[in-house]
């Protein structure tokens, strides 16, 4: 018999069929509850066709499915293509990306999202709403208990070592109380629709649980697709629930409405961290990291350019045992020194209290029914699947009995002292295997949890037809999924559901629904008979203190990235124009130029586009010209274009929260356009000249449009001006040093060499359109490196970079800061003097160190002064690291400091 789970196309009829007709053929695989139909499915394993059922036989479409295709009903095949092929696009042009493995040197996966919702009609969502806030109040009471009297462990109600036993008990946090009073701020529950078309609890997630940020995007995303459904339908909105959970954290913070929120994100390595980065920006958060934050007195601080910033309340993203390198995993560098301490002193809010991994084992699914009846007097409306713990004797034979049946669970999931494993279905295993994993249950019984298997339900997503060469007809699928809804803080209120959730849909293959697994996601619409709430996060009443406070805070972290930034984009604009030119230079009209060669070729080296060991293009050209073609599209060797992009997107992705997406998606689409190309020529064996200059070329386009969203796109705050510092750091070094190098080479005494320099700094047109075919050096002294309307002349730069400086030290209006005078100032730079060839020795030399006032032969004053600009980038590169991003100062008081 083939698998009920390897499913062909369910339609092969031609793309111009009506959409609303293969919607009414659609149906789930015999066995899953059809949520398109409301009833469980008798049709075809999708295996063969011959069994499909009549049409009169085949239940009617749900009402609330009947309306939702009825928006479509003119649309066809093509149609929905087109309509996915724009989902597509829009999810990678937002940059949603979900990375199983981030990796620095690998493309972000974008995230997978399905082009039809998951609709859930009022009555079972008024259902699944009931069920999620009693549970809720039963998982409060547990945690109250067991980090308090822990009379329901003294009793029996819960085992010791199902709690106590757990890795992730903290037994620094009993007896605290928690701030506010609250444990759990946020939870997600995990529930399918088995055959029956009852919900059923799966698991449940109280840490750090992911999707918040997820199913916003999710809805923005469908809801625009479908939008007369979406009206019609009458769709429960998400907004207020966001603003209830935020009003509720700041209410129950130590500063009340005034309170300064973060989200705490373990990094941009996370998978999940798009969503933080999103989340943090949606509902106006500081996204911080753990080394962005550290406790003095108690007091959990945020390092920022200003200073220290007091933090009252945390949304972490970082699960418990890496909270605190003090108390909990020693070689963390995820969390924040003293962090528990601060809790325990009240001072600051965490959502959820560190603590609440026990609550995520599924062992305890088990015992939850009897804690309802014990401090509620009630049964749980919202059941959970069978689970039974193998550590209770009496529940292990039971659940070796069924085996087969049902699905093997690690008790401690994630742990290092406990075994961990992924979970198992046992109809999926061999006799041999389901004898194995009895003994391992028998040997360890406290380490496995059984819990019953139900099919889950199926809903329809589209297949789209993937390129010309595609096979596969487009046509609907049914696929199995899994609801994630979530329950959050809601003040004195207690709690509320998000009306909505994150449906995970199974991969073609299997019915496992993990994200991590090749699983899909899709938005789900929460319907009301009731009126639509249209509410928004934005504020309708705001004081002058709370503009104040809502000024936009730059910690020591992204300010650092921010510089980073800045220096890393000018590298790869300087990188690109230097290699474009060099590549021009060797197969121009003047090749054989020495001068023009050596010169290329000090700069090649000196800005890392070839490694010191590549002879030289004036012993071999050709081999030269190769090794800098071969570094431009990778990261090994020489730091080259392609070494100074991927940094300059790293540097990017750990400062998202700050970039519009146009700036980010130009920045990934240069990325991986420059290094899919390099790639494919490299397959080939080789990369011609004139493609390699084409790449350059296009490269060079993509780092115009990303300096346009640097320049134009970005609030100048502190941020902004470091991002800019550092550009004009980059800047000031690579046009004096290319300037001195010359001189040293006396290239410029060459025409070639002339036109070459003019050309390096950007000014061609410029100086063409001034001076016309002259090659005077007082020309060119007079543009690069005199003119203040020129930007990218040395004196430009050096003024620019000194007012900016200035800014960031809050120096007064025309006033410079002590860092501001390290630049040499070009005031004092005169065209005479700098284009002195050899000034009369006879005049008395003054007794000065001043390099304007030596005259010596030579363009020595010229060159003295690009020395100094040399210089004095490297010195102000280095005290603004101390300055802004080391906090060295702090380093001795991070706990209880006097």
């Given amino acids: 018999m083939k698998s009920a789970f390897s499913l062909p196309p369910f339609d092969s009829r031609p793309a111009t069929a009506r959409f609303a007709d293969l919607a009414r053929d659609f149906q789930a695989a015999r066995g899953h509850y059809d949520e398109v139909r409301e009833a469980v499915s008798q049709g075809s394993d999708f295996a063969s066709s011959v069994d499909t059922p009549s049409e009169e036989t085949k239940p009617d479409l749900s009402r609330v499915w009947e309306h939702f295709f009825d928006a479509l009903n003119e649309e066809t095949a093509t149609d929905m293509d087109r309509r996915s092929t724009s989902l597509a696009r829009q999810v990678r042009d937002n940059g949603i990306t979900y990375n199983v493995y981030a990796d620095e040197n690998g493309p972000q996966r974008p995230w997978s999202l399905d082009l039809f919702p998951l609709i859930v009609d009022p009555a079972s969502w008024q259902h699944i709403e009931e069920g999620v806030l009693q549970r809720m109040r039963l998982l409060e009471h547990v945690m109250a208990d067991v980090y308090g009297p822990q009379e329901l462990l003294a009793s029996g109600f819960l085992p010791p070592a199902l709690v106590l036993g757990h890795p992730g008990y903290l037994r620094a946090m009993h007896g605290v109380k928690p701030v506010g009073g609250r444990y759990l701020h946020i939870a997600a529950f995990d529930m399918a629709r088995g055959p029956d078309g009852n919900w059923w609890v799966v698991g449940q997630r109280t840490q750090a649980p992911s999707g918040l940020g997820y199913l916003l995007e999710n809805r923005l995303a469908i809801a625009g697709q479908f939008g007369a459904a979406f009206d019609k339908l009458r769709v429960q909105r998400l907004a207020a629930t966001y603003r209830a959970l935020m009003d509720s954290l700041r209410a129950m913070s130590p500063m009340g409405p005034d309170a300064h929120l973060a989200l705490l994100t373990p990094g941009p390595f996370n998978e999940t961290y798009f969503e933080h980065a999103y989340l943090a920006r949606y509902l106006g958060l500081t996204l911080v990291e753990g080394s962005d934050l550290l406790v003095r007195d108690e007091r959990l601080y945020l390092k920022t350019l200003k200073g220290l910033v007091p933090v009252h309340g945390l949304l972490k993203r970082v699960d418990d045992q890496y909270m605190d390198p003090l108390e909990l995993l020693a070689d963390s560098t ?139 007809e487009p046509g609907l699928r049914a696929r199995s999924v899994m609801l994630r809804v979530f329950v959050v803080s809601d003040g004195a209120q207690g ?71 800045g220096r890393y984009t000018e590298r790869t604009e300087n990188a690109l124009r230097l290699a474009r030119l060099t590549l021009d230079c060797l197969h121009g009209e003047d090749a054989a130029s020495t001068s023009l060669l050596t010169w290329l070729g000090h700069m090649a080296v000196a800005n890392t586009l070839v490694l010191p060991g590549v002879p030289t293009p004036l012993q071999a050209p050709r081999v030269f010209e190769r090794a800098l073609i071969d570094s431009l599209g990778s990261t090994q060797g020489a730091t080259s274009v392609g070494y100074y992009l991927r940094a300059l997107k790293m540097s990017a992705s750990c400062v998202r929260e700050r970039l519009s997406q ?18 494919e020529h490299r397959q080939r064996g080789d990369c011609p000249t004139q493609q390699a200059l084409q790449i350059l070329k296009d490269t060079s386009d993509h780092m115009a449009a990303i300096t346009g969203a640097q320049t134009d796109r970005m609030t100048r705050d502190d941020g902004w001006r470091l991002l800019s510092i550092g550009r004009h ?67 430009w730069v050096a ?69 100094q600009c040399s210089h004095a980038a490297y010195q102000v590169s280095e005290e603004i690291s101390a300055t802004y991003f080391t906090h060295a100062g702090l380093a001795n008081h991070s706990v209880g400091a006097l």
């Fill in 495 to 565: 709690w509320r559901v998000l009306p909505g959730g994150l449906a995970r849909v199974a991969s073609s293959a299997q019915e496992i629904t993990s994200m991590q697994r090749g699983g899909s996601s899709a938005d789900v619409w929460a319907l009301t008979n009731g009126v639509v709430d249209h509410a928004t996060l934005l504020q309708p009443h705001l004081t002058p203190e709370s503009l104040l406070q809502r000024k936009r805070l730059v910690t020591s972290r992204a300010a650092e990235n921010l510089f980073w930034l």
């Fill in 662 to 679: 146009e700036h980010w998606r130009i920045i990934t689409r240069a990325e991986e356009a420059l290094f899919s190309r390099f790639a």
């Fill in 799 to 867: 003024h620019t970079l000194r007012g900016r400086l200035a800014k960031l030290a809050g120096s007064d209006p025309n006033e410079l800061s002590a860092l501001s005078l390290k630049v040499p100032n070009p005031n004092a730079w005169g065209l005479v003097q700098l284009c002195e060839l050899a000034p009369d020795l006879a005049t008395p030399q003054p007794d000065t160190t001043d390099p304007l006032a030596q005259k010596t032969p030579g363009y020595e004053l010229l060159k003295a002064v690009l020395l």
């Fill in 334 to 472: 995820l969390g924040v020194p003293g962090l528990l301490q601060a809790i325990r002193a009240g001072n600051v809010l965490v959502a959820n209290t560190p603590g609440s991994a026990f609550l995520e084992s599924p062992a305890l699914l088990g015992f939850l029914p009897a804690l309802s009846r014990q401090l509620f007097n009630e049964e749980l409306c919202l059941p959970a699947l069978p689970t039974w713990w193998c550590g209770e004797r009496s529940a292990m034979l039971e659940a070796l009995a069924r085996l087969q049946e049902c699905a093997i669970k690690p008790t401690y999931p994630g742990s290092a002292s406990h075994a961990s494993f992924d979970a198992v279905l046992g109809a999926h295993q061999t006799p041999k295997a389901l004898d194995e994993w009895a003994g391992r249950i028998v040997r360890h019984p406290e380490e496995h949890t059984v819990q019953a298997y139900t099919p889950f339900s199926q809903m329809p997503t589209w297949q789209a037809k993937q390129g010309d060469n595609d096979p596969t």
């Fill in 729 to 795: 750091i980059e800047r000031l070094w690579f046009l004096s040093s290319a300037l001195s190098q010359a001189l040293a080479c006396k290239s410029l005494e060459s025409d070639s060499g002339f036109d070459a320099m003019v050309e390096l700094f950007d000014s061609a047109i410029t100086f063409h359109a001034q001076f016309q075919q002259s090659r005077d050096m007082a020309a060119l002294i007079d543009l690069l490196v005199i003119d203040r309307d020129n930007p990218r002349s040395v004196s």
